[in-house]
């Protein structure tokens, strides 16, 4: 074996070694910006979440609550009827039970 066949085999075997390293230096490089990718994403699915709950469940929560505020209101009138002096003649009465009739005439 003569020197210069093993200097190259030296230089050689550091390249590989300086390989090796740029090697892991990348993978962790990509580790890296895969783990930000999905810290990204995390936070924009965090943000659209947030923007559902603000411009669509918000609003309808307040709707419904409305809702229920008015047939509450609409119940309890209901249950008062029979009290009425007028409940013979009372033309609302009449068309609820109207109301109520072709529903349940629907329903079979």
């Given amino acids: 074996m003569n020197w ?7 230089i050689a075997l550091l390249a590989l070694c300086g390989w090796f390293t740029n090697g892991r230096k990348h993978r962790k490089e990509t580790e890296s910006i895969a783990a930000d ?3 990204k994403d995390m936070e924009l699915g965090k943000q659209y979440v947030d923007e ?8 309808l929560q307040t709707e419904l609550r409305g ?13 008062r009827v029979n009290d009425c002096d007028y ?4 033309p609302v009465r009449a068309e ?4 109520a009739a072709a529903d349940n005439v629907s329903e079979k």
């Fill in 4 to 10: 210069n066949s093993i200097i190259a085999d030296i």
């Fill in 52 to 59: 559902f709950k603000d411009n669509i469940v918000k609003p």
């Fill in 87 to 90: 409940r013979d003649d009372c």
């Fill in 37 to 39: 990718t999905r810290k």
């Fill in 96 to 99: 609820l039970q109207k109301q």
């Fill in 67 to 79: 809702l229920k505020r008015e047939v509450n209101k609409l119940q309890k009138a209901v249950e």
